[in-house]
């Protein structure tokens, strides 16, 4: 019996042991791990088109009273514009400068200009001996002439002799008035005002035959409802010892090279027809 037992007990181990194996074949292996994906490279941002317009070679700033319509006022969003103002964009373009526009009042602009708070002045600024002594002045860059206005119809359209004998408005101590004095003063009755306003509103009442003043001046009041009675008559008049030599761009006298560029950039302007289209959207008659 001990024999018996023994003998079971063996082939119970033997039969453990061979079913392990056929356990093992059942349970299928695990594939081997995939290698990580390396890692995403970041993918460059498109390159952006390069510029047309050339990088600005220098800053620089435009002063102005931005008080004296259409050749320089404010903009709804209150911002220097006009006549001028126009000319000034133009004129940065071409010396490839960045401009900037500030308003200034009159009686600043000369001081902040040598106080370097500024680099140039655009606001109608007539030629004179004592600017040119304490700044730098660019050429010319517009010219209101002289000239008449009277009646509608009036007998007048022509050379100033017509008005010898007539009553003519001007404006007391100013250059149209030295210009009336030299011309007019033995062959016509001046009347004086104390403002280019008062002349008109005489005018308008009949008080006087015509108003001798600046062209763009009189032709602005024309265009108002207490204008409309009247218009330009007779031919521009020009004279530089009375009536002065137009108007410059005030600078610094040590910003020579501005200057120079300004001054190529004004005639450029005046020479390809990028003036007068300018000129025309303000006035019906060239101002150069």
Not at 31 to 58: E, G, I, L, N, Y
Not at 156 to 166: Q, V, Y
Not at 204 to 220: I, S
């Amino acid at each position: 019996m001990r024999l018996l037992a023994v003998l079971l007990a063996l082939v119970a181990m033997t039969g453990a042991a061979l079913a392990q194996p056929q356990q093992q074949q059942q349970t299928p292996p695990k594939p081997p791990a995939k290698p990580a994906a390396p890692a995403a490279k970041p993918v460059p941002a498109p390159a952006r088109p390069a510029s047309k317009f050339t990088p600005p070679a220098f800053k620089i700033t435009v002063a102005t009273e931005a008080a004296y319509p259409p050749f320089n006022y404010l903009d709804r969003k209150g911002m220097p514009a006009g006549f001028e103002m126009e000319l000034a964009q133009e004129a940065c373009q071409r010396i490839k400068a960045e401009c900037e526009f500030a308003a200034f009042k009159w009686d600043d602009l000369i001081p902040g200009l040598i106080d370097k708070k500024f680099d140039v002045i655009m606001s109608s600024m007539e030629v004179t001996s004592e600017r040119r002594k304490r700044m730098g002045l660019s050429r010319r860059y517009y010219l209101s002439p002289g000239a008449f206005i009277a009646a509608k119809g009036a007998p007048f359209d022509g050379p100033p002799s017509l008005l010898r004998n007539k009553r003519i408005g001007i404006q007391r101590d100013s250059t149209h008035a030295d210009w009336a004095d030299k011309s007019f003063r033995r062959s016509a009755q001046l009347k004086r005002y104390d403002t280019l306003a008062e002349a008109l509103d005489a005018l308008a009442k009949n008080e006087v035959d015509a108003v001798f003043g600046d062209k763009a001046q009189l032709w602005l009041w024309s265009q108002k409802p207490e204008g409309k009675c009247c218009e330009i008559v007779g031919q521009d008049i020009k004279d530089n010892q009375t009536l002065g030599l137009g108007v410059s761009a005030g600078l610094r006298k040590e910003d020579a090279k501005l200057r120079d560029a300004l001054n190529k950039a004004f005639g450029e302007m005046m020479t390809d027809g990028t003036y007068k289209k300018i000129n025309d959207k303000y006035f019906p008659f060239p101002l150069n």
